[in-house]
Nanobody
Framework: QVQLVESGGGLVQAGGSLRLSCAAS????????MGWFRQAPGKDREFVTA????????YHKDTVKGRFIIDRDSGKDTVYLQMNSLQPEDTAVYYC??????????????????WGQGTQVTVSS
């Protein structure tokens, strides 16, 4: 069993930045990858970014490339999402995900084993 706890969400003006954290606990040695999804009201959950330390690779949704950075602190079993140049369209609940997902299927919510509770990010105009 793995538990994921997100933090760092909040309200920010357009153009601002936020840094989200996701701390993993439990059987973390079973994890090869962690990532972030988001879900806006009335919309499906969508892939944002992920990091695989087994593959030594990162993946991003096209619309966040150059603005969002995913990073991992292996000593803390924690991943971070640095979000810069935030826009109102980024407003959503952001969910941390973990598992052994490789590049194939990494954007599919069903490919991930564990999920956090979500943290709200609201970007105002």
């Amino acid at each position: 069993q793995v538990q994921l706890v997100e933090s760092g969400g909040g309200l920010v003006q357009a153009g601002g930045s936020l840094r989200l954290s996701c701390a993993a606990s439990g059987r973390t040695t079973s994890l090869y990858a962690m990532g972030w999804f988001r879900q806006a009201p009335g919309k499906d959950r969508e892939f944002v970014t992920a990091i695989s330390w087994l593959e030594n690779a990162t993946y991003h949704k096209d619309t966040v490339k150059g603005r969002f950075i995913i990073d991992r602190d292996s000593g803390k079993d924690t991943v971070y999402l640095q979000m810069n140049s935030l826009q109102p369209e980024d407003t959503a609940v952001y969910y941390c995900a973990a598992g052994r997902t490789m590049s194939l299927g990494i954007t599919d919510t069903g490919a991930w084993w564990y999920w956090g509770q979500g943290t709200q990010v609201t970007v105002s105009s």
